[in-house]
């Protein structure tokens, strides 16, 4: 296939990629450079935007320690649900890729059908099921094991729980497509050779289906991290990530500036795990 590409002239290439790059520039390039530039353009007392350059914005975030505490919930919230969404994801992932039944679609098609349904509609739902009066209390309750509702929604628990249930069909597509590297022989020979089931898993299957693993972590962190409805409902404003904050200073301080310099700062995040990603993806490769 790359021998074909390379058959094209070079300008035929180039006009290939014109509207996939073009799209890129208008949707992600320029909105960037437009967000870069609201983050350093002066405001005045009663918040009127000013011609100008200055970094005001940022030496307010990177001086205030409240929003330092606010990356650090975020990055912690995106490993949390990445740990917990992946290890439920994998052997649904690996079920669907390995099963002979006739069902197969069908049960695929369930696994990723919550796709289907709307993020607000899902949050919805697990503040019904996680609230006072929910299943969840209505079941402890009837059990004997609580005496009184205990509240289970509106806090970080409750954040958890729902970003890992929402983002656990994007895990399982993620190992899904990457479980091909995965030969059932490769297995059976080292069963033969006297390995036991465990020592099969931990030197054969794991070293093979890690780089899925580890994209699936990367794209629920990602979308963690960057998910505003299910820890703005989730969260009963007790939940502050950089997305919160961002709507925040969009919506009610209406101070774009630091909106600017706080979804800069999140795409700097971004950048930086999607490098350290890359970096142990690459020693990973290496050493297996």
Known sequence: MSGSMQAYPRWLRGLLLAPGLLALAVTFILP????????????????????????QAY????????YWWVLWKTVWLGVL????????????????????TRWRGVLAALAIAPLLTST???TYGWMVILGRHGMIN?????????ATPVRLDNGTLATVIALTEILMPYAIISILSNLGRLNM?????????????????????????????????????VLAISSLVTPQLMGGGRVFVLATEIFNETTV????????????????????????????????????
């Open 138 to 146: 209505d079941m402890l309750l009837w059990s004997g094991f609580l």
């Open 253 to 288: 301080t209406l101070n774009w500036q630091v909106a600017g310099a706080l979804s800069i700062l999140l795409l700097l995040l971004f950048g930086g795990v999607i490098s350290v990603y890359q970096r142990i993806l690459s020693r990973m490769e290496e050493r297996f």
């Open 32 to 55: 960037l450079i437009w967000l870069g530039r609201i983050s350093v353009l002066p405001r005045s007392g009663d918040g009127v935007t000013l011609p100008g350059f200055t970094l």
């Open 185 to 221: 022989e490769i297995e059976q020979a080292a069963a033969l050779l006297g390995a036991t089931p465990v020592q099969v898993f931990r030197r054969v299957v794991l070293p093979l289906v890690l780089p899925g693993l580890m994209t699936a972590a990367l794209l629920v962190f």
């Open 59 to 66: 030496q307010h975030v990177l001086g205030d320690g409240f």
């Open 81 to 100: 649900t990445a740990a917990l969404a992946v290890p439920m994801a994998f052997p649904i992932a690996l079920f669907l890729a390995r099963t002979t």
């Open 120 to 122: 607000v509609i899902r």
